[in-house]
């Protein structure tokens, strides 16, 4: 039986575990929609958005086709609390809208695709596609592409990327973030797509505020490459600076951006360089910002489409090259300094802040810059979140893990410290804004009571606790210690030692979600009169999984819930929020202050769906 949603084609019987389940993508865009709910909200929430990015597939019949968490089109989930002036009453409302890139517009203006113009992530790692078939694969994309210029009724598709893997604030603009493309501008509460964003200005907005100029992408054949913005800018919570790099095919094969916020009393122009240094092209899904440095991670997960040529996959793990993280001042990529270690891997860093030298002087030179990341010591990660049983069984759990990089001796670059804070394991790292760069006290993340990733089976990421670490505690009694190198755990308990832990003192605490039920990446919003860091509410979307039918398959009348959490004792649900419809499990969201949606920047005009405008059309005809 074939069932037909939207311009979705798929069959009941399709089994692939990324779309099944709380899995399976969502078609119904829903406007701003009031919704009910539980407890009490806090009123810093109140005029205020919550908003999650995500890959959502919006068409395509994936039987035969590699599937990865990934994959798909980017669709954006908000819950905004809004607030009535008059009677001073929170109503939290719902919204969800695809954002409209090139990649989606042009899918839609081609009805006869059957499979994504983008080869999936799990194509590109696989380690049984062959050469040719892969071959096969990037040609079609290629030629879709070329398509989409010479064809009169399709939409030109000038970057590719499908910006469904993170949302920040920056300078009053929502942009939505992915590493294959520029970010894309959306405007907040309706999540309406505005356009891309150069980094001066963003397509759709005033003329006499647009630049003409980007300060992502280079001129040239190749040009489109160095606007190939990283999954996760940084934007430092001091200045306003936006920080970035562009990682492509072709060397310098790094390049770093900074743009200063628009109304920074500052002169520093922005600043697009390359990063020397790097050999090879590399998967690059974070870095690390510090109030004064910028640390590349040149690690041991290749990018390289020669690597076909060598009978591997493009995107492949080398076990045998070492990790390599590329620390220099904030405006100085030249001087990058590179400090070498064990191979690993690492999504995500959590935060990252210096060490000044004991001087009383205020211009004391900077003695060392501190990491905190998740790290893993495989690349298998990548092929659980496809779905993909791995070619060597080991597990592949992140955990929270230390570095200290030594900038004081200038003749050798001396990694000091490098052990894991805890053995539980933990991904998608959360530290409140105010204190990601200035050696947080607490950071928040997910985990598991059983492994996050399943190495063995292929099991994509369920999330079934939100962890609360005390970091400084943790490094401090590392430091005390004295860790062994590398391999080392501050903390050794399991997860399971970790929740029945009954002291109040832990440096580790743990919300457990009922049995059944699963949880994404929280947000942390602070109260108001907070006098402690972890002073504040934590927001996480639910699913209960007993909505799910015999065949694991998700109803449709399932629907997911909101909840806000106390921070302090990861205990309490302060509040539950019904929403209208089921959110598909994800990876990154904002929590967006009401400030921020009230000073946004002005625009023309949205970017419109054409298709979308002929549906309006036509079901109004029929009215």
Same mark, same amino acid.
């Given at each position: 039986?074939?069932e037909?949603?939207?311009?979705?084609?798929?069959?009941?019987k399709?089994?692939h575990r990324?779309?099944v389940?709380?899995f399976a993508?969502i078609h119904?865009q829903?406007p701003?929609?009031?919704?009910?709910?539980?407890?009490t909200?806090?009123?810093e929430?109140?005029g205020?958005q919550?908003?999650?990015?995500g890959?959502?597939?919006s068409? !395509?019949? &994936?039987l035969?086709?590699?599937?990865h968490? /990934?994959?798909?089109? !980017?669709m954006l989930i908000?819950?905004w609390?809004?607030l009535?002036? %008059?009677?001073?009453?929170?109503e939290?409302?719902?919204?969800?809208r695809?954002?409209l890139t090139? +990649?989606y517009?042009?899918?839609?203006?081609m009805p006869s695709?059957?499979?994504?113009?983008?080869?999936?992530i799990?194509?590109?790692?696989?380690?049984l596609r062959?050469t040719l078939s892969?071959? /096969?694969?990037l040609?079609? =994309?290629?030629a879709l +592409?070329?398509?989409s210029?010479?064809?009169a009724d399709?939409?030109? +598709?000038?970057?590719?990327?499908?910006a469904?893997?993170a949302?920040?604030? &920056?300078?009053?603009?929502a942009l939505?973030?992915?590493q294959t493309?520029?970010p894309?501008?959306v405007?907040?509460p309706?999540l309406?797509?505005v356009?891309?964003f150069?980094?001066?200005?963003?397509?759709?907005?005033d003329?006499?505020?647009?630049?003409?100029?980007d300060a992502?992408?280079c001129?040239g054949?190749f040009?489109?490459l160095?606007?190939?913005t990283t #999954?996760?800018p &940084?934007v430092?919570p001091?200045?306003?600076?936006?920080?970035?790099?562009?990682?492509s095919f072709l060397p310098?094969?790094?390049w770093?951006?900074?743009?200063?916020?628009?109304t920074t009393k500052?002169h520093?122009?922005?600043?697009h #360089?390359?990063?020397p240094?790097v050999?090879?092209p590399?998967?690059?899904?974070d =870095?690390?910002? @510090?109030p004064t440095?910028?640390?590349?991670?040149?690690?041991p997960?290749?990018l390289?489409p020669t690597n076909m040529?060598?009978?591997?996959?493009i995107i492949?793990?080398?076990?045998n090259?070492?990790?390599?993280?590329?620390?220099?001042?904030r405006?100085h990529?030249?001087?990058?300094?590179? =400090?070498?270690t064990e191979?690993c891997?690492?999504f995500h860093t959590a @935060?990252t802040w210096?060490e000044?030298?004991?001087?009383?002087?205020?211009?004391?030179?900077i003695e060392a810059?501190?990491m905190v990341?998740?790290?893993?010591?495989?690349g298998?990660?990548?092929?659980?979140m496809?779905?993909?049983?791995?070619v060597?069984k080991?597990q592949?759990?992140?955990k929270?893990y230390y570095?200290r990089?030594?900038?004081a001796?200038?003749?050798?670059n001396?990694i000091?410290?490098?052990w894991?804070l805890?053995a539980?394991?933990?991904?998608?790292p959360?530290v409140p804004?105010n204190f990601?760069?200035?050696?947080p006290?607490c950071i928040y993340?997910c985990?598991s009571?059983?492994?996050i990733?399943g #190495?063995?089976?292929?099991?994509?990421?369920?999330v079934d606790?939100?962890v609360?670490?005390?970091v400084?505690n943790?490094i401090?009694?590392g430091?005390n210690e004295?860790?062994?190198s590398i391999e080392?755990y501050?903390?050794?308990?399991?997860i399971q030692?970790?929740m029945s832990?009954?002291?109040?003192?832990?440096? +580790?605490?743990i /919300?457990?979600?009922?049995e059944?039920w699963?949880a994404?990446e929280?947000?942390?919003?602070?109260?108001d009169?907070?006098?402690?860091?972890?002073?504040g509410?934590l927001?996480t979307l639910? =699913?209960?999984e007993s909505?799910?039918?015999?065949?694991?398959h998700?109803?449709?009348d399932?629907r997911?819930?909101?909840?806000?959490?106390?921070?302090?004792?990861?205990r309490?649900?302060v509040?539950?929020?019904?929403l209208? %419809?089921r959110?598909p499990y994800?990876?990154?969201?904002?929590w967006f202050?009401?400030?921020?949606?009230?000073?946004?920047?002005?625009y023309v005009?949205?970017?419109?769906d054409?298709?979308?405008?002929k549906?309006q059309?036509s079901d109004q005809?029929?009215?």
């Amino acid at each position: 039986m074939t069932e037909v949603t939207g311009a979705l084609k798929t069959t009941t019987k399709s089994k692939h575990r990324c779309l099944v389940g709380n899995f399976a993508p969502i078609h119904r865009q829903l406007p701003i929609t009031p919704c009910t709910y539980s407890g009490t909200i806090p009123p810093e929430l109140h005029g205020g958005q919550y908003v999650r990015n995500g890959g959502n597939p919006s068409f !395509g019949d &994936h039987l035969s086709e590699d599937v990865h968490m /990934f994959d798909g089109d !980017g669709m954006l989930i908000g819950v905004w609390f809004r607030l009535n002036n %008059q009677t001073k009453e929170v109503e939290p409302c719902f919204v969800n809208r695809y954002i409209l890139t090139d +990649i989606y517009l042009g899918a839609k203006s081609m009805p006869s695709l059957r499979v994504p113009i983008l080869p999936s992530i799990a194509t590109l790692n696989h380690p049984l596609r062959t050469t040719l078939s892969i071959f /096969f694969k990037l040609c079609r =994309f290629l030629a879709l +592409i070329a398509w989409s210029f010479v064809s009169a009724d399709k939409h030109k +598709i000038r970057k590719i990327s499908v910006a469904n893997t993170a949302i920040l604030y &920056h300078d009053k603009r929502a942009l939505a973030t992915c590493q294959t493309g520029p970010p894309m501008r959306v405007q907040l509460p309706s999540l309406d797509t505005v356009g891309w964003f150069n980094g001066y200005s963003a397509v759709n907005e005033d003329k006499h505020s647009r630049s003409d100029k980007d300060a992502f992408g280079c001129t040239g054949p190749f040009g489109f490459l160095k606007d190939w913005t990283t #999954a996760h800018p &940084h934007v430092d919570p001091v200045t306003g600076d936006f920080i970035s790099f562009q990682s492509s095919f072709l060397p310098p094969f790094v390049w770093y951006t900074l743009i200063p916020k628009s109304t920074t009393k500052s002169h520093a122009p922005a600043l697009h #360089a390359p990063v020397p240094g790097v050999s090879i092209p590399k998967l690059m899904h974070d =870095f690390g910002v @510090s109030p004064t440095h910028t640390i590349i991670l040149d690690l041991p997960m290749t990018l390289d489409p020669t690597n076909m040529l060598r009978g591997r996959p493009i995107i492949h793990y080398d076990r045998n090259s070492p990790s390599r993280f590329g620390i220099f001042p904030r405006r100085h990529p030249e001087q990058v300094r590179w =400090f070498e270690t064990e191979p690993c891997f690492i999504f995500h860093t959590a @935060s990252t802040w210096d060490e000044s030298e004991p001087k009383h002087s205020k211009d004391s030179e900077i003695e060392a810059v501190n990491m905190v990341v998740c790290r893993y010591t495989n690349g298998n990660m990548l092929y659980s979140m496809g779905a993909i049983e791995p070619v060597e069984k080991e597990q592949c759990d992140s955990k929270v893990y230390y570095y200290r990089f030594l900038l004081a001796n200038r003749e050798k670059n001396i990694i000091t410290h490098q052990w894991a804070l805890s053995a539980i394991p933990f991904e998608m790292p959360i530290v409140p804004a105010n204190f990601s760069s200035t050696g947080p006290k607490c950071i928040y993340g997910c985990s598991s009571r059983d492994a996050i990733f399943g #190495a063995e089976t292929g099991e994509p990421m369920k999330v079934d606790c939100l962890v609360k670490m005390n970091v400084q505690n943790l490094i401090r009694r590392g430091l005390n210690e004295d860790i062994q190198s590398i391999e080392g755990y501050v903390d050794k308990r399991n997860i399971q030692e970790v929740m029945s832990s009954d002291d109040p003192e832990d440096p +580790i605490k743990i /919300f457990q979600a009922p049995e059944g039920w699963y949880a994404q990446e929280p947000q942390f919003v602070p109260r108001d009169d907070a006098r402690e860091e972890d002073d504040g509410y934590l927001l996480t979307l639910m =699913f209960d999984e007993s909505q799910l039918d015999t065949d694991g398959h998700a109803t449709e009348d399932a629907r997911s819930e909101l909840w806000i959490i106390d921070a302090r004792d990861m205990r309490t649900v302060v509040a539950k929020i019904l929403l209208p %419809q089921r959110v598909p499990y994800g990876f990154h969201g904002h929590w967006f202050r009401q400030q921020e949606l009230e000073e946004q920047r002005p625009y023309v005009r949205l970017r419109t769906d054409p298709g979308e405008a002929k549906e309006q059309a036509s079901d109004q005809t029929s009215s």
